[in-house]
Antibody, heavy 117, light 105 residues
Framework: EVQLAESGGGLIQPGGSLRLSCAAS????????MSWVRQAPGKGLEWVSI???????FYADSMGGRFTISRDNSKNTLYLQMNSLRAEDTAVYYC???????????WGQGTLVTVSS | IVLTQSPATLSLSPGERATLSCRAS??????LAWYQQKPGQAPRLLIY???NRATGIPARFSGSGSGTDFTLTISSLEPEDFAVYYC????????FGQGTKVEIK
């Protein structure tokens, strides 16, 4: 059974950094397309970043180069390093697995990031 | 690519048919997916490539369309189907529509 478990969210001050983790089980992270998708409170969904099975990474333009997606194959875990955080980055961050590029077949339960002073 | 969903809210009774629309600002071919989201839960993939049901999705959910106009149909609403539905295109950098809420009338 495919399972995704995010962690690492919390309250952070503007300008701070945070690293989110997504522990995967039931499949191999490096074999699929892994993404981060976020949802601001009461709002819609926004795709943040994707890492392909060949290692290529892609980001939404709106992230402005502040975020870095990576994976640790030995731990079967996906990461999102977020720097220079802003109030508008406040959201639930979901990791997702895709069988195809730009698709999210399976989702984790999400982790809440709150950027506030 | 901007996706526009209509209507914003659909008020229906269990057993009725639901028809949700998604229009893209430019062609996305058949690279269109639909997701269901219930309060406090992660989204769930229903349909991919415009008309293919994801694993485990009941047959009452169907998708159609190509290019810029797409439709999600729920043939007969079950109580568990009342939720928010999002379309998402994967032709370019993935984007979502703003969602359609299907609520109990």
């Amino acid at each position: 059974e495919v399972q995704l478990a995010e962690s690492g969210g919390g309250l952070i001050q503007p300008g701070g950094s945070l690293r989110l983790s997504c522990a995967a089980s039931g499949f191999i992270v490096s074999s699929d397309y892994m993404s981060w998708v976020r949802q601001a409170p009461g709002k819609g969904l926004e795709w943040v970043s994707i890492i392909y099975n060949d290692g290529r990474t892609f980001y939404a333009d709106s992230m402005g180069g502040r975020f870095t997606i990576s994976r640790d194959n030995s731990k079967n875990t996906l990461y999102l390093q977020m720097n220079s955080l802003r109030a508008e980055d406040t959201a639930v961050y979901y990791c997702a697995r895709g069988s195809l590029p730009n698709l999210a077949n399976s989702w984790g339960q999400g982790t809440l990031v709150t950027v506030s002073s | 690519i901007v996706l526009t969903q209509s209507p914003a809210t659909l008020s229906l009774s269990p057993g009725e048919r639901a028809t949700l629309s998604c229009r893209a600002s430019q062609s996305v071919s058949a690279h269109l997916a639909w997701y269901q989201q219930k309060p406090g839960q992660a989204p769930r993939l229903l349909i991919y490539d415009a008309s293919n049901r994801a694993t485990g999705i009941p047959a009452r959910f169907s998708g159609s369309g190509s290019g810029t106009d797409f439709t999600l149909t729920i043939s007969s609403l079950e109580p568990e189907d009342f939720a928010v539905y999002y379309c998402q295109q994967g032709s370019h950098w993935p984007t979502f529509g703003q969602g359609t809420k299907v609520e109990i009338k």
